[in-house]
């Protein structure tokens, strides 16, 4: 029997027609065609292929030269269904299968169905098979090969009784009957994918339903654990901030679910899940890449996977906007199409597959839709120990490691020396180095040397520190405070595996962040660094008295005393080799008590660089200890603050450890803002250099010319921000 064409395809409603779906295999039993997953079956090939788009574009070529070649060179054996990739080959032999399918999907050529179709067969019956022993990893068997299976199955309309029997042995009902353990999150709802996947191929209204009831722990904030906060963070693998990985496939996977349930009995209402495309993922993509503070492990696995994650958030934004209200919709298409535009690194479109290049190709050609600037502001997540800034002309990123987040995650095998990421890591980009992080950068960097880190020089083993996540320090002051434009961020830092403990700050400003340590103290027997930066770069580097510049990139303010330490040279790794410039500051070997204070000037010029060393007053440091780290900057009225203890620095006073920034205003009022990142205070009491009159706006009590917090405990680490009249 001929397989229908794409045109006929659309007609019919999909794979559901009742002679295509198991044309090719043996049907378990036959039935009537059910309209309702008719329809699903047809709005799943839409979520898989997008629009119409042109056949004469790069991804659609692309798709079509890889599919013919896995479908000319499969070669069937008994270990194997393509001879370089053998069994049990969990990623790579269902990809390819899936490549096909979708190559089918889009140009229906009868020679594709059937290679998917005798490939399907020959992987279930040597690898996938009910009753195997699932050896290795439980995702492979329970999401990935299914996942992919069951798509290519239904993209082609080729299902057989051997692949339903898998996937009931595998990922029975019952898997869903708890929400713990391995079944949440981004991980519940891929079991849900599965699920209704394989409700698709027989019309199971019992599986749809239970799919869909699945899913409802998902759509809750949490407090602890896995998924979305109120902060914006989400975690997977309980210590692990991971919008960029898990999270994308999450939100790619509801937005589908969104897609082809619409209109069905099962159709999604829950909207908490729009929330998170600007509160939680937004913030971490830029120029169309996705910040690697949130990619946990995947970081390292091939070079521009900052790129490739960033697309698969622009596509799952998209794909979810045709299921948002009209003015959500469009602020998304405006916020995808500037990433597009700024993103000429890695072309958004040159990059895409075929379903996030039709939809994309239809809004770059929209003159309607504008291009939505790069958002200026600071975002704070102190759930999850991330802050990104953003000002004119640069952007920052900062990774932190607490009580609640590992300092780095490793696991099968992967990442196995991002030991210190987060021992304050802080990743920057000013305009020309946006491929800063993405080009070769983690297998040719010094992992000794992050930039912003401060570290014991001990070595290490490969995957030191527990599996997954749990990297954990034992400190709970991980977060600052932010009003939305500047902040005061601090970490309380003890070194993964290691005697070392710091107290490290960062005050984000305008045109500059200023990094302050104390008590930088260890016993390990070796020298304890501060890597002002490493820059994965060949560019001249000048240095003068209190600073340095790279050119292309910034400046530096590393004021005397201090000994700014450099090396420029070349690192190979991952059979790749890049050029690096880095800049570190020498604590000795088991310091006591040791400190530094520098500036980071983005985008800055050598001249500007000098300028600002001449001009310390700028910016002043009144404390940098063990107890308090604090600056001020009187251009703006700026005074801001961690505290580690209670006390006293640049005229602020405060009852209990805290992190404060307060900004005077002309007409003698100001805006105080306070957070408590060990979130423990029953009550914050802060006194400003001027006494405080009245509370104009927000949530604290003048009280003896200050102010009173109140349970900033049940904050989250939120930051609190009041207005004040002052005397």
Known sequence: MPLPSRRSFLRLGGVGAAGTLGALTPARAAHTPDDTFTLLRHRWREVATGPPGDPRARPYRELARAAARYRDTMAPGPSWLWPDERFPSFTATPRRLRVMALAYALDERPELARAVAEG??????????AGAEPAGNWWHWQIGVPKALLDAAVLTGQASAELRDAVDHFVPLSRLASYGGTSTAANRVDLCLVTLLRAMLDDDHERARAAVAALAPVFR??????????DG???QHSYVPYQGTYGVTLLSGLATLYAVLRGSPWELTDTNVFDTVERSFAPFVRDGACMDLVRGRSVGRRAFGDHESGRAIAAAVLLLGESAPTEVRAR????????????????????ADPALHARLTVIMDDDAVPAAPEPLGHRLLPMSARAVHRAPGWCAALSMASHRIGHYEHGNGENLRGWHTGSGMLYWWAEGSGDQYSDAFWP???PYRLPGTTVSTRRLPDGAGAGWGDT??????VGGASDGTYAAVGQHLSGLESTMEAFKSWFFLDDAVVCLGAGITAGDGVAVETIVDNRRTSAALTTGEGWAHVEGHGGYLVPGPQVLRTLRDRRAGGGVSRDYTTLWLDHGVDPRDAGYAYTLLPGATPWETRLRAADPGRVRVPANTARVQAVQVPALGLTAACFWNAGTAGGLTVSAPCAVLVRERPGGSATVTVADPRRDLGELSVTLPRPVAGVLEGDAVAARGGLRFGRLADREGASVTVRVRLA
Do not use: C, E, N
Not at 120 to 129: F, G, K, P, T, W
Not at 332 to 341: F, L, N, P, S
């Open 233 to 235: 963070s989400y975690i």
């Open 444 to 446: 040719t960097v010094d």
């Open 332 to 351: 998304w298409q405006a916020m995808v199409k500037g990433w597009a535009v700024r993103g000429t690194y890695r072309p958004v479109l040159r990059h």
């Open 472 to 477: 954990r320090t034992p400190w709970r002051w």
């Open 120 to 129: 399907m067969s020959h992987y279930v019956r040597h690898v996938y098979a």
């Open 221 to 230: 904030l949490v407090s602890d654990g896995d998924g979305f906060y109120r």
